[in-house]
């Protein structure tokens, strides 16, 4: 699915509520240069992800204002969230990985340029975790949220 609705001008995204794990390069740069779009897809079910496999999957999604839910996440493969929101600049809430570590190579960029045009930043973040303030991490303009899973 790399790629696959990258440029499209779809305002709803497809269910995904139920997907587990994605593969490597598996959902890269999916839904990239969309405008329409304003709500990212519920992910709430994911578990894994590979190498690369959301890089870069909602960059330059200019209006989406939240983004999916990763509380469940817990694997995550080399660059695998890399640019993930990258330039979302409405972007007001996401919900990072329910990781143990932050691994700022895994997360590189991930909400670079993100929420700048928001009136708000929330970033619901794993409890007890040392996330560095920047891009790779949660940048010092977002309210952190702790969250227990």
């Known amino acids: 699915m790399n790629g696959m609705f990258q440029y499209c001008a779809i305002t709803t995204p497809p269910v ?5 794990s994605i593969g490597d390069d598996g ?13 990212a897809p519920n992910l709430s079910s994911l578990e894994s992800v590979g190498y690369m496999g959301l890089d870069y999957t909602f960059s330059q999604c200019s ?9 469940n996440l817990t694997n995550i493969g080399g660059y695998g969230l ?9 972007l007001e809430e996401v919900t990072a990985p329910n990781v ?3 691994n ?14 928001a009136e708000s930043r929330t970033a619901n ?3 007890g975790v040392t996330i ?10 977002w309210t952190r949220v702790e969250y227990t899973n």
Do not use: H
């Not at 959902?27 to 709500?39: I, P, R």
């Not at 209006?63 to 509380?71: E, F, H, P, R, V």
């Not at 560095?132 to 303009?141: K, R």
């Open 16 to 20: 995904m509520s139920s997907i587990e």
């Open 27 to 39: 959902f890269a740069q999916m839904f990239a240069y969309n405008e329409n779009l304003t709500t």
């Open 63 to 71: 209006n989406i204002t939240t983004g999916s839910d990763l509380k």
């Open 82 to 90: 890399r640019g993930l929101y990258s330039s979302c600049y409405k």
């Open 100 to 102: 143990s570590e932050w």
């Open 104 to 117: 700022t190579s895994r997360m590189q960029s991930w909400i670079e340029y993100a929420g700048g045009s």
């Open 125 to 127: 973040v794993p409890a």
């Open 132 to 141: 560095p303030e920047n891009n790779d991490g949660v940048p010092s303009n």
